[in-house]
């Protein structure tokens, strides 16, 4: 199983960037898919989630600003991001989190905002 990032970029506070990430090959057990992000030097942090119920939870940092999508068929999970803030500059990881098995993590991808 793979999952591919893209939508990484560079944008100016107050704009928006979309992350999407497709997962290649068979999963099983999908409990959530989401997004987390991490700074060089701290802790992975989450950013948003999606369950199999639609259910969905986003950091505070970034709650109001961005939301996030799903399509089961194609096996995506995309993230938009509104209003964002230089704060919001981090390498951002595409997640699967699975009920009895290891999560799977995307390979990263860099947003970048400039104020």
């Known amino acids: 199983v793979q999952l591919q990032a893209s939508g990484g970029g560079s944008v100016q506070a107050g704009g928006s960037l979309i992350l999407s990430c497709t997962a290649s090959?068979?999963?099983?057990?999908?409990?959530?898919m989401g997004w987390y992000r991490q700074i060089p030097g701290q802790e992975r942090e989450l950013v948003a989630t999606?369950?199999?119920?639609?259910?969905?939870k986003f950091g505070d940092s970034v709650k109001g600003r961005f939301t996030i999508s799903r399509d089961n068929a194609k096996k995506t999970v995309s993230l938009h991001m509104n209003s964002l803030k230089p704060e919001d500059t981090a390498v951002y990881y595409c997640?699967?989190?699975?009920?009895?098995?290891?999560?799977?993590w995307g390979q990263g991808t860099l947003v970048t905002v400039s104020s």
């Open positions: 999606l369950d199999g119920g639609g259910r969905t």
């Open positions: 090959g068979e999963i099983f057990d999908i409990a959530g």
């Open positions: 997640n699967i989190r699975r009920h009895y098995s290891a999560d799977y």
